[in-house]
């Protein structure tokens, strides 16, 4: 059970959306059941991952592996092998999460097609845990192309008024990001063919071949550089980091709510992910050349800013979210590219509150627009007057979107900006502004969309969130404060990982106790466990 | 002194079978047709369907003799042809995309009120045609196989005779195809002309010697058949410039027959361009590289683009056909420019698998673009096909999967003809156009995905249900079943194309299996 306790997980929403397809599409109640089951379903067999996973936190390697290398089309190399790490243990439980809780906030904002919608975002709901299984690149590349489908279809059918447009943009952005990583991927490949006399996919066997093309006469830092920049192209796009980013706003304003909490929640991390998963492993030299980390960073930091103060002029609050989006995902990739393992480990933490926090954003913008079907900040004034329970779930999840202390938000920036320090000081100071910034912009939304009287007639006889939207949030309120009050566990479970991937990337870094130091001195907790030490040294 | 008749073997008539086969075939189709009422003229493509099966038995028992045989290859005829699994798996691909077309045509050509016994019948001579090229280690053979299809071809174009576009198409199909075969066979007796011979060994061979003696400089008229040749064989692929009939013909032509012109000549062409160029003219490959580098990098660039804009399906279709081509000239180009014989078996490894995911993934397209013609409605034009979901769900989907299969979407058959093709120009160190290539794709998905967000996000213009008959609900599902599995399992068809080209494994990988 244990062993394919992965499979388990992947397959579930496909279960049920192939279980959807004999479902006729009058029915609506019934697919709508048995959508929520299934994504239920989902949530719960991944639940067991937990206590399992806990008990080898500690333990090098990827854990619970399927699969051997080769076994799916071993004309080419290419194999249907899972595994996971601390990192992407964090990243598929977010998945699941939000898997459910999208699903479970689309019951009445979807009224058409109602069959189709669950088929496709079940479906997509495989493609990105499979993303984050795949321990073989061709098998992470197949998930990562064919879950650009069913997104592309929830954006085009149940999207906004400019939704072809956003539906194609997205779709085409990110495929010349991954057709581009194609490539380098198979330059890797014969390079490993070259270099053991083995074709193969399997990341493991590429972790080993694919660094030393930097130093190989033949090839040289040039290429290694190229390389790393056609996996660049694939996860900035995704990302989005900043010239990149151009997409996201349309996308996100015009998905429907809970494809815009699936996209921030969970896509945007994909980019992220690659970047630790391979962009990092696979060019060691080339990220730490001080001209590529420089440009790194330098787009991290114009995001950050960039996106803020692009996010305090919107006047629609989805657009609002989604530049803030850019903002916090700076925070992210600046945390990868400071590379030390509190950074590391920060970006990854953030990227799970990013998740959390503005997955439940555009929650609380996708309820209000349901009820007046505007999102125009100027029409709202007064709401915390008629929907108080709405006005006090919106204030928790803004102040952890900005990062106040005790909430999410603040565990993962200030380990991102610890880390940050450490490296370059001024880096972190501007990184600092985006903080502030994003405190200004959500403020100042609060402020005029909930306080003063209400002012818009429309807006008197709105109806408080119902149990079953208040069930969606109750999750998200609750891992918000888990993190923001105790993120040790989650530290740990990042150590390893985390720590492993600095010793490949900076050999000889003096890093492991920061990442406690930084988590005990976020949360404040007295405990001192002692830090276990992994084994250094490649995969 | 040998006579004539002392030269044929007995194995000869066997090597023949499946195309004396099709040949009975389809003179019996011409005569029962005649005696055929109107209302029962379906029974010719009922006919015309046992014929490829037959035919594909007749194909099995080949392969059992040569099994059998414990040898590569069988001459037959004196040698102008060879019997190899590169014969056999192009023989097979033709029946398999002959067969799928025919089903498609059984209730189109009912509606289109041209339901006549010629019309299979033409299909199956021009499978003779395409089987003697594919078969043809002889010019001439090859040169006769082509001429047979072709003007098959040209006549099943224009079949639609009340309809003027079929007529302009034909009739352009005719003269463009007739002037190109002319340069073509101008090429072919160049050859004979410089090497004395019109065996494509013995060419090879020649052109080999020639070129050890002059040091690697190819001489003036060696080039300049390899220019007319080349013409010959791009036209009949369809590569820019030699595209401009493609367009027209595949619009104006029956629904079914754009279909089966688009996979099945398209693959003849494509075995004869292998056999001409890449095993006679091997031996100029310094002067037809930069050709076809320069002559895929012009199909990529100007279909893909003209692909943009074109509002009628079946034209958009015939241009996103076009730059398939391109992507399969890269093929040819990392087979001839490749130094190591595992890239070059890679290259033409990309081109054989390109050419199966092609044929099922595309006449599937043109299954569902068929099965929109009405009595009233033509039914090619993006409006047609506008909200095509609500009007007939199911084929809605099957479109969408052939149309993400046509840009490369992985896990879809389509995916895997790209793969090859990108992965022997990395092998072959082709870094630039690999990456022209893949950013081609991207332009393919913008076109592809306007055909998909007017079948999914466009109100529909026309309320009426589609109907398809049986026939057409067949040919729908083998395509969507062979580009699903082909998708999802590569593996035994990656195999089988290994197994056509005579390599097994690689002994890297070989390792691995155990």
């Known amino acids: 059970m244990q062993s394919h306790i992965l499979s388990i997980i992947l397959f579930t929403p496909l279960l049920g959306a192939i279980l959807l397809l004999f479902v006729p599409k009058e029915n609506k109640n019934a697919i709508r059941w048995i959508a929520n089951m299934f994504a239920l379903a989902g949530l719960l067999v991944s639940l067991p991952l937990v206590p399992w996973f806990w008990a080898e936190r500690f333990s090098p390697g990827f854990k619970f592996i399927e699969g051997t290398a080769n076994n799916w089309i071993p004309s080419i190399g290419a194999g249907y092998v899972l595994g996971i790490d601390g990192i992407s243990f964090l990243l598929i439980m977010l998945t699941t999460l939000l898997g459910w809780i999208s699903i479970l906030s689309s019951w009445t904002a979807i009224e058409t097609r109602v069959k189709e919608y669950y088929i496709w975002f079940l479906v997509l709901q495989t493609g990105m845990l499979g993303v984050f299984m795949a321990l073989d690149f061709f098998l992470f590349f197949v998930f990562w192309e064919a879950m650009l489908v069913p997104m592309y279809l929830l954006i085009g059918i149940w999207g906004g008024p400019r939704k072809l447009y956003a539906a194609i943009k997205f779709f085409l952005y990110t495929l010349l990001g991954s057709v581009a990583m194609l490539l380098a991927v198979l330059f890797l490949y014969f390079y490993n063919f070259h270099q053991t006399g083995t074709y193969t996919f399997s990341i493991p066997a590429l972790y080993q071949t694919a660094p030393k093309i930097f130093h190989d006469t033949a090839y040289g830092s040039g290429y290694a550089i190229l390389l790393f920049f056609a996996f660049f192209l694939a996860f900035a796009i995704k990302v989005p980091m900043f010239p990149f980013h151009t997409w996201l706003p349309d996308a996100h304003v015009e998905a429907p709510t809970a494809g815009s909490v699936i996209l921030a929640g969970v896509l945007l991390k994909m980019g992220t992910y690659g970047f630790i998963r391979f962009a990092l492993p696979f060019f060691p030299d080339v990220v730490m050349h001080p001209k590529v980390r420089a440009w790194m960073i330098a787009l991290s ?4 800013i960039y996106g803020a103060l692009v996010s305090l002029m919107q006047k629609d609050m989805k657009k609002l979210v989604a530049y803030s989006s850019v903002s916090h995902l700076g925070f992210c990739t600046l945390g990868i590219f400071a590379l030390n393992p509190a950074a590391i ?3 990854v933490l953030q990227q799970v509150n990013h998740g959390i926090s503005t997955g439940a954003l555009f929650l609380i913008v996708g309820i209000l627009y349901e009820r007046r079907h505007t999102r125009e900040i100027a029409e709202y004034g007064g709401i915390s007057n008629v929907m108080p329970v709405y006005a006090t779930i919106t204030m928790i999840m803004f102040l952890s979107s900005m990062g106040l202390p005790l909430l999410n938000g603040f565990v993962g920036e200030f380990t991102i900006l610890q880390g940050t320090f450490m490296e370059n000081k001024v880096w972190a100071a501007l990184a600092v502004l985006g903080v502030i910034l ?26 408080d969130l119902n149990p079953r939207e208040i069930l969606t949030f109750a999750p998200l309120i609750v891992m918000a404060l888990w993190i923001g009050l105790y993120p040790k566990p989650f530290f740990q479970i990042l150590e390893q990982p985390v720590n492993q991937l600095v010793a490949t990337v900076r050999p000889g870094y003096p890093g492991t106790n920061s990442v406690n130091a930084s988590a005990q001195a976020a949360a404040a907790s007295p405990a001192k466990e ?4 992994p084994a250094k040294g490649k995969n | 002194m040998v006579t004539v008749a002392q030269m044929f073997e007995r194995s000869d008539y066997l090597m023949s079978l499946p195309i004396l086969l099709l040949t009975i075939f389809a003179l019996g189709i011409l005569m029962m047709d005649l005696i055929l009422p109107t209302e029962m003229k379906w029974v010719n493509a009922v006919t015309a369907f046992m014929g490829v099966v037959f035919a ?59 339901q006549h016994g010629e019309f299979y019948a033409l299909m199956l001579f021009s499978v003779v045609g395409m089987m003697c090229m594919a078969a043809g280690f002889d010019i001439v053979l090859i040169f006769i196989g082509l001429e047979l299809m072709a003007i098959s071809t040209y006549v099943l174009v224009g079949f639609l005779r009340r309809d003027r576009r079929s007529n302009e198409a034909a009739l352009k199909y005719l003269l463009l195809g007739a002037f190109s075969s002319g340069i073509f066979a101008y090429g072919l007796s160049l050859l004979y002309g410089l090497t004395g011979s019109t065996n494509l060994a013995i060419i090879r061979d020649r052109l080999t010697r020639d070129m050890a003696l002059t040091q690697n400089h190819a001489d003036p008229v060696a080039i300049l058949a390899l220019i007319t040749v080349a013409t010959g064989l791009l036209f009949k692929v369809a590569a820019v410039p030699f595209h401009q009939w493609a367009p027209d013909a595949y619009e104006g032509a029956p629904t079914s027959i754009t279909g089966f012109m688009s996979v099945a000549v398209k693959a003849a062409a494509w075995a004869m361009l292998i056999r001409v160029l890449g095993m006679g003219l091997y031996p100029l490959r310094t002067v037809w590289v930069p050709l076809l580098i320069f002559v895929s990098l012009a199909t990529m660039t100007a279909a893909n683009l003209a692909a943009l804009t074109q509002n009628n399906l079946k034209r958009l279709l015939a241009y996103s056909s076009i730059a398939h081509v391109g992507y399969m000239l890269l093929g040819a180009v990392a087979y001839g420019s490749a130094t190591e014989t595992a890239a070059m078996t890679d290259g033409v490894k990309g081109i054989l698998l390109y050419l199966l995911v092609y044929t099922f993934m595309n006449l599937g397209a043109f299954a569902v673009i068929t099965s929109l013609r009405r009595r009233d409605v033509i039914g090619d034009e993006i409006d047609d096909i506008a909200g095509l979901f609500s009007r007939a769900p199911t084929e809605a989907v099957l479109m969408l999967v052939f149309l993400l299969s046509l840009a490369g979407i992985p896990p879809l058959a389509g995916f895997w003809g790209k793969y090859f093709i990108f992965l022997s120009l990395i092998e072959t160190g082709h870094y630039v156009l690999a990456a022209v290539a893949v950013l081609y794709a991207v332009f393919g998905l913008y076109y592809y995905m306007r055909i998909a967000s007017a079948m999914f996000m466009r109100q529909a213009l026309d309320t009426e249900r589609i109907r398809a008959g049986g026939a057409m609900w067949g040919a729908l599902w083998v395509s969507l079943a062979a580009t699903l599995v082909i998708g999802v399992y590569p593996e035994p068809f990656i195999r089988l194309v290994n197994w056509s080209l005579n390599v097994s494994n690689n002994p890297a990988i070989a390792n691995l299996v155990r």
């Open chain 2, 56 to 114: 594909t038995a007749g194909v099995l028992r080949i392969q059992w003799a040569l099994d059998n045989s414990r040898r590569v290859w069988m001459p037959a005829f004196v040698g102008s042809m060879v019997i190899d699994h590169f014969t056999l798996y192009f023989w097979y691909l033709f029946l398999a995309g002959t067969a799928v077309a025919i089903l498609m045509s059984v209730h189109y050509m009912d509606q289109e009120r041209e």
């Open chain 1, 345 to 347: 480990s920060g970006s």
């Open chain 1, 530 to 533: 002692a830090a276990m030490v």
């Open chain 1, 301 to 304: 930091l114009i995001g950050i």
């Open chain 1, 438 to 463: 994003a405190a200004a912009y959500l403020l100042w939304l609060y402020q005029r969309v909930f306080f003063g009287t209400v002012t818009n007639p429309k807006n008197e006889k709105l109806l």
